[in-house]
């Protein structure tokens, strides 16, 4: 067969072509930012995970600033997703864009927003069209009709993924309502005021902690009773659908930033004082290490810290020796939370040599990173394209693939296990020894299916060549 030309800039890159014909092709080691990052799109619309948070908040009306081919995908997704609200939004043909009114516009779509029953906070998403991403926090009035107005910029060219979509929509509603504040000191100095006065509640309040991250709701539950055993206690958990857990963000002891994407939130309540703790309860040492963290931060007995965290370690440990993992997989996701499940899956026994997410590095990442790294992890890929995952199938030879919806088919059709990571991982608890003990459950039982995906290859296709040939692979997720 000729080869295949593929132009640059299609779905199918010559890449991916010349790896399946280059069986002795070897990877760059010890890469961490994608070599040959293109511009494939490899996901929809990354501004979909700031409209997805922000509809699901009781009381937060989206009003939606960008032209009308945006606006169609974007509501018609929403929708999909059962957002259950009306999207306003200006009317933006080309002819409105070019008369330049766009700041007018905004504010008669945010108007139209603030008018919709049960309004308490109008967010205006701003997306890539060049004259609405130039709009600006001060082009709109901070209230209309008594109404909070927030700006919401994601302009796809800046925010790659969304995860950190997200990220943008929970920091921009922090910064309205929970903004820094500072207070003098006796000598002076100015510092962040953390909690409003000495009262009883704002006492009771610094013993709590809210996790930020999106997790499975039951999640939160063991969480809060391990958090109970050391007198402390979650208080919520953000992206929230009530508007008044973020203003309570400000005054808690702790925030733990279970998911590494979160990095404007953060550094947004870490300027306003407020103690944070990153990674998240996740396998036998990452949990003990936690527990201890947060313990410290709360300023919590230490004896009996201690104590629940070391029996917490025990129970994962327990988990583990029943069910313990063996075999090679490859966790590529686009959830922002691939190294925390390859944190788990290595703990339980599993050799993880590849990760790939759609998340940029940063130095919510490093301390993962490093650990994996020191347990085997050869290749840890950030805002990874699928080429990049095609080229980890051939070199790695997995057991197991968690992989996004293109990945996992390409995996199956080579009779290889393979699991979509968002529908089938992020769906259900990961955290302390009750998230273990299903979530490794779930990928024993994936790893002992193999016999059945290589026999149904072969009933279809015939026995395995020594190297697949090329296929067709849709990357839209
Ligand atoms: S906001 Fe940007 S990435 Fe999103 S649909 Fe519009 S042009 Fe595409």
Redesign the pocket.
Known sequence: MSPITVPEGNLITPSLIETRGNASASLPTGHSVSPDHNLTPQTM???FGSLRVLTRIDGVQTAMV?DT??LY??TFVTHFYASRKSIAAPAFGTRELVAGNVAEAAIAACTEASRMPGTKLVAAIS???AETAGLTEEMLPPQINGVDVILVRV??YAIHSHPEAKDVAINAILKRYAPPRTELTADGVEKPLTYDGGNQDEEEMRRKVIMLGEVFPADPISVDAVLKRLGSGLIATLPSRNLDDYKLARRVGAIAAVHPFYGGSVATLRAAGVPIISGAPVGPEATYNWIKAIGAALKLDPALTEHVAAEEREKCQAVISQVPLKGRILVCGYEGNELLYARLLVEAGAEVPYISTSIQKSLYTAADEAWLRARGTREIVYQKTLEQDIRALDAYKPDLVLGTTPLSAEAKARGIPAMYYTNMLSVRPMFLSAGLAGTIQLIRDALERAPRYAWMREFFEGPMPAEPPPSTVNTMD
């Open positions: 619309c990354p501004a960008t081919g945006c995908g974007l997306l890539c069209v302009p796809a």
